[in-house]
């Protein structure tokens, strides 16, 4: 098991690593501040940092070096914006990580929670340093091995969440809704069902007499073939409620996940459009869920794809809490294979209109109160795979404190404390992290289309790798055009938004291009507002993309006498495989669009026939 004095472990001089100023600091705590807030000071001979609790002194201290590192004055206040700030992991007690791309677990192996205290430690000081303070350790696909977490696994969860506890991480665990029927072959798991509550109840019981801090259950229910209320002829509120209403006298809460769709469905209907599903399902029941039941909702209506609308459940709902899933493993982004900063990609997410008013980023904090992040490290020597992924967790964890902060602001601290202060090496990895999802973007499926993925893997290009498939992800490419008409003359997904935005997005001329294929069908032929034809435009960018990718690979090579070797190594070698990855894109895509129309590049550069 790694620790934190292997070799290589050490060789990198990331921002976690970097040594903590100590002396010369004074420490109080100040009631009058909030909980989790600090003040800072710079006085004569030393320097003062107060904070609303332990906590406060934690993210205060940080934050003290967080400054010095980017050169920022001392003094400052902070709070954080939003409550909840949760890292759930994808991890199986196999060891396996579902949509890791850094090693595997630092949590489980062969079957049970198996770990390096000081590595977990570690971890666990690695998200303080960033502000959260909840984690979810396991994989939201609950096993029949993963639901022994609730039994036979639960004294090593305590000892897991004891040492997040000094850094202020409470724990939660995912549940499979199933597990009377899993763990002690209850003949069924139904939510109304008493003896299935009574279940329940000495399962909690159980837990906060080992965990008094515990913070709740995760559950992905009637998703993906794995079992839910639905299942037993109840509703999600059926299901959610029950286990909400034992959790709530000891405090705790449920995050009810709002991934679900048809999974099962028949390409050849195009009545049903997987983007309306979570809408359709939990706006009915808004206002029926008990208050300490979360809904957790992913920032867009299908999946993680590289762009997306944000999903209109979240400004939707009045009446029921929520929070803001992203995904910070990049699943569908290039798997820390290919750079992609998502900094960029969340103030996006932040940015998008609720109405006619408000922008997301308005809610964060007030009626969005958790903010979720799917994780992105693993046992790997840089726990990312790739050490600029780490900007990725980074800047989860900013935004999670304080949302209105940007992409830019938040790479300006990352890099110094990174790869330190040389202002050639700040500003050329700046550049590139900053036009990172904008080139993968541009090589893949640009205007919002997305998937065209490879089918499981989601790496690499497979125009129909989805196309006849029951998944529900199309775009029905043909000779002459291609996309889904999803306006209120088509799936009438727009009108899930506010009617400002369903006015935007039904009308082509006003619906943002980048999004165009994801609202409209539309023809090869459609002028684009730059004058070029949407095929055109297609074309272009995959070519655009590549030629990115080879401009960072020069930029990155000409930081080579500044950076360390391993560093150096690490990145040159993803982005030599990022180029072979954009190359097939390009050809695959342009060749794919090529052989639908006839229509040759303008510019007369190749395309396979
Ligand atoms: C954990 C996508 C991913 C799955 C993931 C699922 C989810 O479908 O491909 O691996 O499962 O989302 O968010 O539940």
Request: proline share 5%.
């Amino acid at each position: 098991m790694r620790t934190l004095n292997d070799s290589m472990y050490n060789s990198y001089k990331c921002w976690l690593q970097t040594s903590l100023p100590e002396e010369g600091i004074l420490k109080t705590i100040n009631p009058l501040l909030p909980k989790e807030g600090y003040r800072i000071r710079q006085l004569n001979n030393h320097i003062s940092i107060e904070g609303g609790s332990n906590a406060g002194l934690i993210y205060g201290t940080f934050a003290l070096h967080r400054r010095l590192a980017a050169g920022h004055d001392i003094d400052c206040e902070g709070a954080p914006r939003i409550a909840r700030r949760v890292i759930n992991h994808w991890d199986n007690p196999d060891g396996s990580i579902e949509r890791g791309y850094a090693g595997k677990s630092i949590f489980f192996k062969n079957g049970e929670l198996n770990y390096s205290i000081e590595q977990v430690n570690d971890y666990a000081r690695l998200l303080a340093s960033i502000g959260i303070n909840e984690i979810t350790i396991n994989n939201v696909n609950v096993s029949a091995e993963g639901a022994k977490l609730l039994t036979d696994m639960l004294p090593d969860v305590k000892k897991i969440a004891d040492i997040f506890r000094p850094w202020n991480i409470r724990i939660s665990l995912a549940i499979n809704f199933e597990s009377p029927v899993l763990l002690d072959g209850m003949p069924t798991a139904d939510p109304l069902d008493p003896n299935v509550r009574l279940w329940w109840e000495k399962r909690v019981e159980e837990i906060y007499s080992m965990i008094p801090d515990f913070s709740g259950f995760l559950v992905k229910a009637d998703s993906e073939f794995i079992g839910g209320p639905v299942a037993h002829g109840r509703t999600e509120a059926d299901g959610a409620n029950m286990l909400a209403r034992i959790l709530a006298p000891f405090g705790g809460v449920v995050y009810w996940r709002c991934f679900i769709y048809d999974c099962l469905q028949d390409w050849r209907d195009s009545t049903i459009d997987r983007p309306k599903a979570a809408y359709e399902i939990f706006m009915p029941q808004d206002g029926l869920f008990e208050p300490n039941v979360i809904l957790q909702i992913k920032n867009g209506p299908c999946d993680f794809q590289v762009r997306e609308p944000n999903s209109p459940l979240l400004g939707a709902l009045k009446k029921t809490n929520r929070a803001l899933e992203l995904q910070i493993t990049q699943e569908y982004t290039g798997q820390q294979i290919d750079l992609y900063y998502l900094g960029t990609q969340w103030e996006e997410v932040f940015s998008f209109p609720v109405d006619d008013k408000l922008v997301l980023r308005d809610l964060m904090g007030k009626k969005i109160n958790c903010i979720v992040g799917i994780s992105n490290i693993g046992n790997d020597e840089n726990w990312t795979g790739n050490i600029l992924a780490q900007a990725n967790l980074y800047a989860f964890g900013r935004l999670a404190w304080d949302p209105s902060l940007t992409a830019g602001e938040i790479l300006k601290e990352w890099i110094p404390m990174t790869f330190g202060g040389n202002t050639e090496v700040i500003e050329k990895i700046y550049e590139i992290l900053m036009r990172s999802r904008e080139t993968y973007e541009k090589y893949t499926t640009p205007m919002g289309l997305g998937w065209m993925v490879n089918v499981h893997s989601h790496y690499g290009p497979s125009p129909e790798g989805y196309e006849y498939s029951k998944w529900g992800t199309y775009h029905r490419a043909n000779y002459k055009a291609i996309g889904i008409d999803r306006t209120s003359k088509g799936t009438k997904f727009t009108l899930q938004y506010h009617p400002s935005l369903t006015a935007m997005f039904d009308d082509i001329n006003k619906c943002p291009e980048k999004l165009l294929l994801f609202f409209h069908r539309l023809n090869y032929s459609h002028v684009m507002k730059n004058g070029k034809t949407l095929l055109q435009h297609y074309y272009d960018l995959h070519f655009e993309g590549v030629e990115d990718v080879e401009e960072f690979i020069e930029i990155w090579k000409s930081l080579e006498p500044h950076l360390p070797k391993k560093a150096y190594d690490n990145v040159l070698e993803r982005l030599k495989l990022q180029l072979k990855n954009a190359i097939e894109w390009r050809d695959v895509l342009n060749t794919y669009f090529y052989r639908f129309t006839g229509i040759p590049d303008a510019k007369g550069r190749k395309i396979y026939e």
